[in-house]
């Protein structure tokens, strides 16, 4: 028993750059032989499935993009996901981007959804009206007149030009709202400043770490469901029929929180050990 | 194709540069931050200036509908003359009639560029004093009516509502309902400060911290989950460029690295004063 204690010991106090290896490789090694551990939708990812299932064709969908390349990993596969099924339910798409960065991801994501792989045409079947600083103030300023703030799209051109900008003057003129968010400004400013006071309904896509913080509109019904980091975006992938990055990532994030908690118990039970030690000395 | 391998390069370094921090501090990590800093703000001014400044500020003040042989348009022709490419030849085509209002902003914009000589930083105030106050005013109603009224309409749900199951695990439910009651109610208690937590009114409030804790945990969880699923984005990245379509980026890059810092620890392992640096 002693032997045990004192390995334990033993290992608590390690250099933390061991940790960092074993977790190195307890990624590493999963993406290059996946496990294929099953993925089931959560109700939130399901309910924002549900949502956007539920639109009439044709709709007009508002995608706002609210990150950038340092959280790409997460939003991204979610963005694509949710892009693949509204192009396959024939749904307008229009993108505006809260973010700088946000833009060209969100044009990368057009380009192989919208253009590669449904051969769709800029300005009839999506637009990327693109990135505006001000944060909150952009909100309002969509929800008030879109046309006063977008003037021209992320290619310059003028929105009077685009065909399928006809009939769109404010938020109230879309069918839906999907937030790709990444913290602030995102999804609770959308909520804050759109959603509730039009009652246009929107779902959102958010990093794993904002989801606490956005959980609670969810549960109020202000928020109609969401796909929480890249376990949301993998379980999208499921219900849509196209595995992408989020899919493939899943055995590493499995393995990965296995090691953690296994490290976090390491840590606790040498801390009692020795905790106890002390007491008897 | 040479500009995407040498992209993918560069990806690899910055990578391994900024993971390279985890075994300590060294040149390739100051190397990767500094480019960090300098690129991200040069990327954010320049996208502000052409998506806002440009297009929505003077493209307000200068339309190229209004163009005219003026005074205000002899202004604009001046400053055509230092950059045409910001002040294209008969006035800013981006679909909007002349606003001279636009002036306020302009110069209030003017105004907190001017913080940096120290004899005119007063001037900043205006604009700041102007941007507190608007964000105060949009937030207040956002909160109120999203976070205040929204949530609390968002707890007041049926106790005895005879549709719903006893138990759920995740769905809505009578069990459910009742802890959603009392985490709200025992949360709330907690901060109230008013009373002192001792006695009955503290065995609640602890019940309220509990709540807490359990929500922080939560957070805690999805935080880890955050940055395994940003560590797995960087990985399958490497793995990418690894292949030999670029060269084996990840591989050369690795083994130099690796190298220089092992002669680098090599070389210092006698001197005391760069140990653990």
Known sequence: MKYISDLILKMSSVDRRWIFLVIALSVILPLYFPLGLPIRPTPTTQQVYDTIDALPHGSKILVSCEYGPSTKPEIHPMVLSVLRHLFKNEHKVYVTCLWPDGQFLASEALDLVGRDEYGLTYGEDYVLLGFRPGNEAVVKGIVSDIRKLYTIDAKGTKVTEIPMMNGVNRFEDFDFLFSASAGYPGTIEWVQYAADPTNVPMSTGTTSIQVNEVMPYVAAGQVQGILAGMPGAAEYEALIGVPGIGTSGMDAQSIAHLVIVLFIVLGNVGYLIERNRSKKY | ?277
């Not at chain 2, 190229?64 to 490419?85: C, E, K, L, R, V």
């Open chain 2, 1 to 277: 194709m040479f500009g995407e391998i040498f992209g993918a390069w560069v990806a690899v370094f910055l990578t391994f540069a900024i993971f390279s921090f985890l075994y300590k501090d060294n040149p390739f990590y100051k190397i990767a931050e500094h480019i960090f800093v300098g690129v991200s703000a040069g990327y954010w001014t320049s996208m502000f200036f052409w998506t806002q400044i440009q297009p929505n500020l003077f493209g307000r003040l200068w339309p190229s509908a209004q163009y005219s042989d003026g005074f205000w348009y002899g202004i604009y022709n001046f400053f055509g003359m230092i950059s045409s490419s910001i002040f294209p030849e008969g006035g800013i085509d981006k679909g909007h009639d002349m606003h001279l209002t636009y002036l306020i902003p302009f110069a209030l914009g003017i105004m907190m560029l001017l913080s940096l000589f120290k004899k005119l930083s007063w001037f900043a105030r205006w604009g700041i004093a102007y941007t507190v106050g608007m964000a105060a005013g949009l937030r207040a109603y956002g909160y109120l009516n999203s976070n205040v009224l929204g949530q609390i309409r968002g707890t007041i749900i049926p106790l005895a509502d005879p549709d719903l199951p006893m138990f759920s695990l995740l769905g809505a439910s009578h069990f459910n309902n009742l802890i959603i009651l009392v985490g709200t109610v025992t949360g709330l208690l907690y901060f109230f400060f008013s009373k002192e937590h001792k006695g009955n009114f503290g065995k609640v409030t602890r019940v309220g911290i509990y709540f807490l804790m359990i929500s922080f945990g939560a957070s805690f969880g999805f935080a880890v989950m955050g940055r395994i699923s940003l560590l797995i984005g960087r990985f399958v990245e490497l793995i990418t460029y690894s292949s030999a379509q670029y060269h084996h980026a990840t591989l050369w890059v690795l083994v130099i690295m690796v190298g220089l810092l092992g002669y680098s620890a090599y070389n210092d392992k006698d001197n005391p004063e760069t140990e653990g640096s």
